[in-house]
Antibody, heavy 125, light 107 residues
């Protein structure tokens, strides 16, 4: 079955960088767009970024644009989020998520059906 | 960006009650609307998509309606396992946005 496992979270100082990853299994990873969604402690859900199935199209929330970079390695079934210039307000659980269906269009928007367990990123001095 | 306004932010209900949660978009989203359930310490779970389509494995007591800017999630008879926080989300625009959540608590 579909399995998404995030890793790489931890405590990092403001202004520093961190890379979180998501290992995917149980499906043809290279056929699906992927997303990152985050949730600050005690707060609601915030969509962060989306990458098309082949990595050719990437989209970001305004709050992270220019600081975060999403990428994927379809040969290793891995999704990544490089986070630079981290701020206190980036503290959150970061989830990777997959839509319920494949889409070959870079502008295929869809709900998020499969989620990992999340990895906690804490920005603190 | 499309803003999603969800109401109420919380409600206290009893097992067996009918529960209705609403979500209003700042512009029309053409039924590109999903509902999620989240329990403490867990990832969100997709309940409905396309405003009214029930996701695989979701009980029939969950239903959704709406069009344009206004959408509703209804739980026909609340069960003990339904106490959770519910979020709406639009996917009409790639800048996906979520409502602020509705916490359903035991009365």
């Amino acid at each position: 079955q579909v399995h998404l496992v995030e890793s790489g979270g931890g405590v990092v100082q403001p202004g520093r960088s961190l890379r979180v990853s998501c290992a995917a299994s149980g499906f043809t990873f290279g056929s699906y767009a992927m997303h990152w969604v985050r949730q600050a402690p005690g707060k609601g859900l915030e969509w962060v970024s989306h990458i098309s199935f082949d990595g050719s199209n990437k989209f970001y929330a305004d709050s992270v644009k220019g600081r975060f970079t999403i990428s994927r390695d379809n040969s290793k079934n891995t999704l990544s989020l490089q986070m630079n210039s981290l701020r206190y307000e980036d503290t959150a659980v970061y989830y990777c998520a997959r839509p319920p269906w494949r889409c070959s269009s870079p502008t295929c928007y869809s709900p998020l059906d499969y989620w990992g367990q999340g990895t906690l990123v804490t920005v603190s001095s | 960006d499309i803003q999603m306004t969800q109401s109420p932010s919380s409600l206290s209900v009893s097992v067996g009650d009918r529960v209705t949660i609403t979500c209003r978009a700042s512009q029309g989203i053409s039924n590109s609307l999903a509902w999620y359930q989240q329990k403490p310490g867990k990832a969100p779970k997709l309940l409905l998509y396309a405003a009214s389509r029930v996701a695989t494995g979701v009980p029939s007591r969950f239903s959704g309606t709406g069009s344009g800017t206004d959408y509703t999630l209804t739980i026909s008879s609340l069960q003990p396992e339904d106490f959770a926080t519910y979020y709406c989300q639009q996917y009409e625009s790639i800048q996906y946005t979520f409502g602020q959540g509705t916490k359903v608590e035991i009365k």
